[in-house]
Nanobody, 123 residues
């Protein structure tokens, strides 16, 4: 099994910055893509940003130029640097990882989610 633990959420004023972190642990053999999703009040969960094991990135149009995703493969950790935050960025942010883990001596590929961290942008 693989666990994802997020940190770094909180309350910030419009125009401010936050950095989210998500660390994966467990019987990890390899991690493919990692990403951040968010779900605002009354909205569906949406992709914010994604990064492959090779470092290729993809962003939602609404965050391009303001958010930056990165990862430290040695630490199995993905980060989301969020700048110029807006009230509409308020949401629960979820980490996601496409992992290959060792289960009973065999390799198994699964998709994992973190528990979510609240980001509130308000004056």
């Amino acid at each position: 099994q693989v666990q994802l633990v997020e940190s770094g959420g909180g309350l910030v004023q419009p125009g401010g910055s936050l950095r989210l972190s998500c660390a994966a642990s467990g019987s990890i053999f390899s991690i493919n893509a990692m990403g951040w999703y968010r779900q605002g009040p009354g909205k569906q969960r949406e992709l914010v940003a994604r990064i492959t094991s090779g470092g290729s990135t993809d962003y939602a149009d609404s965050v391009k130029g303001r958010f930056t995703i990165s990862r430290d493969n040695a630490k199995n950790t993905v980060y989301l640097q969020m700048n110029s935050l807006k009230p509409e960025d308020t949401a629960v942010y979820y980490c996601n990882a496409d992992c290959v883990s060792v289960v009973s001596g065999s390799l198994r590929r699964d998709n994992y989610w973190g528990q979510g961290t609240q980001v509130t942008v308000s004056s």
